[in-house]
């Protein structure tokens, strides 16, 4: 089911054109849900990631996440705006090193799209609406943008750094350094309802990777719930 009419955070989101000269393959999938079913790690979202973890033996095959091309795609990437890999991953990345030893359980929502994440090789990111204000963009911070989160088990508001390619809305980043870390405010938790969920394409076929991921999501979260709405877009240039 459609869901009219799109919500601003998707029909109005927009990337950078500084992001798109930089990386020109780059291809952003957006899927809005509205009345998802929260709540705890459920025995559907369990096998979900147990199939990732499966996937991500097979994929791996005993080589490192940064071997696969789809992973060193975002390598390299971040090292264009400055950052090492010791320094911070892709969220893909970091899932693939934790598969091994078993990826983390946290909520319903949060498994599923980590789960598909680790399936079609795409960091994903789940903003939850109540806290997004605005359109969603893509952007190369300037330096002074705002981003809340939790530091020494205290909340604390950080800036981005001038040059790194950060998620952001009306009121400051959602996600930095592209798709590593999200905010406190926007971050699904096990009562989100309403959200909206960010695919990054990047590499070797990145618009099939992501436009695919999308689907899967879409399906997986109608696994557990059945009266959730769907809305998707895909940004190719920077737009539809």
Same mark, same amino acid.
């Given at each position: ?26 291809? $952003?999938? *957006? @899927?809005? #849900?509205? %009345?998802? &079913?929260?709540?705890? +790690?459920?025995? /559907? ?90 359109? $969603?963009? *893509? @952007?190369? #911070?300037? %330096?002074? &943008?705002?981003?809340? +989160?939790?530091? /020494? ?88």
């Amino acid at each position: 089911m459609s869901i009219e009419p799109m919500a601003e955070q998707v029909a109005q989101a927009w990337v950078q054109d500084a992001v798109i000269d930089a990386h020109p393959d780059y291809v $952003a999938g *957006l @899927v809005l #849900a509205k %009345g998802l &079913e929260p709540g705890p +790690t459920t025995p /559907d979202s369990d096998a979900m990631l147990g199939e990732a973890q499966a996937h991500a033996r097979m994929v791996l095959d005993g080589r490192e996440p940064h071997d696969l091309p789809e992973v060193m795609a975002w390598r390299e990437a971040y090292q264009g705006f400055g950052i090492k890999p010791r320094e911070a991953r892709s969220s893909v990345e970091a899932l693939l090193r934790r598969a091994s030893a078993g990826l983390p359980r946290i909520d319903r929502l949060t498994d599923v799209y980590n789960a598909v994440s680790v399936i079609h090789l795409v960091p994903i990111g789940g903003e939850d609406l109540s806290g997004y204000a605005g359109p $969603a963009r *893509l @952007v190369v #911070a300037v %330096g002074d &943008e705002t981003f809340d +989160t939790v530091g /020494d088990g205290q909340p604390v508001v950080q800036a981005a750094a001038a040059g790194e390619i950060v998620w952001r809305d009306d009121f400051g980043v959602t996600c930095r350094r592209w798709n590593w870390r999200q905010c406190v405010r926007t971050r699904l938790t096990d009562t989100t309802t309403d959200a909206l969920f960010i695919i990054d394409g990047l590499g070797p076929d990145a618009g099939l990777r992501a436009e695919a991921a999308a689907a899967d999501l879409v399906a997986r979260l109608s696994i557990g719930s059945p009266t959730a709405s769907f809305a998707s877009r895909t940004l190719i240039d920077g737009r539809t």
